[in-house]
């Protein structure tokens, strides 16, 4: 899914960050010069043949869990048919290794049914994992082929081997016809924010990309998208991801365009404020060829110790020979410690 790994929030402005009534407003968001560089791209490409041969694209990256990251992987393979595979590895810039064995992924969630609504496609986004204190909560990509992506949902109390479609499915639907999500909709991310769980996603008119969001109450939905939608745009949009900086009650959004990897920041997930010191990333990394750590699109992002990782698509085309895999762009030392959910 060429999409939107996106975030966290909630109804709007100070309630947003569970601020309703503060006294004081928080300080600016941190913004300046990133020092980006590459993570030794690619960290990870498709396999010669299996559910992945066409291409390793979207993943979304969480961890550490007892020492382990944990990556759900979009597997493409013949066709376009798309499973969501499942990689793990002791650091966020690996070695990964693909559930099944990385010339042979296997899926752990595959499909639908013929003439179901995901019969065709189902794929990660990007930041759309949420844990309650139990459970798991995947928000994935899923279509038929001859119809626009919508949000499905899908629960693990296990080890990310093993996930439950929602009976409720598609959680996340197309806007109206003329809408400006009215195409495609991209899986989101979701955190909780006070009583709120808050869905960023990317919605798509045929033109072009902008971001959204959606609340709801419970993590299994209903689902009720913002009535002041798209809340960012940018030209050229290609994807963004947000997260949430708690102690500082801030949002930032990586978001990549054709030409760059850039960085936003904001008080309540609804006005952004660009990065004065943009782009962050403006060449393609040599272990990608063809393009992919921007100009497609990013997946997911994750502070560890105070870098941020940003996991994106790499490709050195055409594939076979070459390869379509994952992008890792590293930015070094841009938080004193880990801040982001």
Avoid at 12 to 21: D, H, P, S, T, V
Avoid at 106 to 118: E, I
Wanted: charge should be negative; include cysteine.
């Amino acid at each position: 899914m060429r999409a939107w790994m996106m975030m966290c929030i909630g109804t709007i402005a100070w309630a947003l960050a569970g601020c309703r009534g503060a006294s004081t407003a928080p300080v600016p968001c941190k913004q300046g010069a990133s020092s980006a560089k590459d993570g030794g791209s690619p960290i990870l490409v498709n396999s010669a043949s299996g559910l992945d041969q066409a291409e390793l694209g979207s993943v979304v990256v969480v961890g550490p869990f007892s020492g382990t990251y944990r990556m759900l992987t979009e597997l493409i393979g013949s066709g376009g048919v798309t499973h969501t595979g499942y990689a793990t590895a002791s650091s966020p810039l690996g070695p990964w290794t693909k559930y099944g064995g990385n010339s042979t992924p296997a899926s752990v969630l595959a499909p639908g049914a013929p003439g179901t609504w995901d019969d065709f496609q189902v794929a990660p986004g990007g930041d759309d994992l949420s844990f309650d204190g139990t459970t798991w909560h995947y928000y994935y990509a899923g279509r038929q082929s001859s119809a626009g992506y919508e949000v499905g949902h899908a629960r693990s109390t296990g080890d990310f081997t093993s996930w439950t479609k929602d009976a409720n499915n598609p959680v996340l639907l197309l806007g109206a016809k003329g809408a400006w999500d009215d195409t495609h909709i991209g899986p989101s991310g979701v955190v909780l924010v006070g009583t709120t769980y808050n869905m960023f996603y990317g919605g798509y008119d045929g033109t072009s990309w902008r971001l959204g969001f959606a609340t709801a109450s419970s993590p299994n939905g209903p689902w009720t998208k913002y009535s002041g939608n798209p809340v960012f745009s940018s030209a050229s949009l290609q994807a963004a991801v947000v997260r949430y900086d708690a102690g500082g009650r801030c949002f930032h959004m990586v978001y990549s365009t054709t030409t760059a990897l850039n960085h936003a920041t904001s008080l309540d997930g609804i006005n952004w404020t660009n990065d004065a010191a943009n782009p962050w990333l403006g060449t393609q990394p040599s272990g990608c060829p063809s393009g992919g750590a921007f100009g497609d699109a990013i997946s997911t992002f994750v502070d560890v110790g105070g870098p941020i990782y940003v996991y994106g698509h790499c490709y050195n085309l055409p594939a076979p020979p070459g390869f379509r895999g994952v992008s890792l762009t590293e930015i070094p030392g841009f938080f004193a410690a880990d801040v982001l959910r």
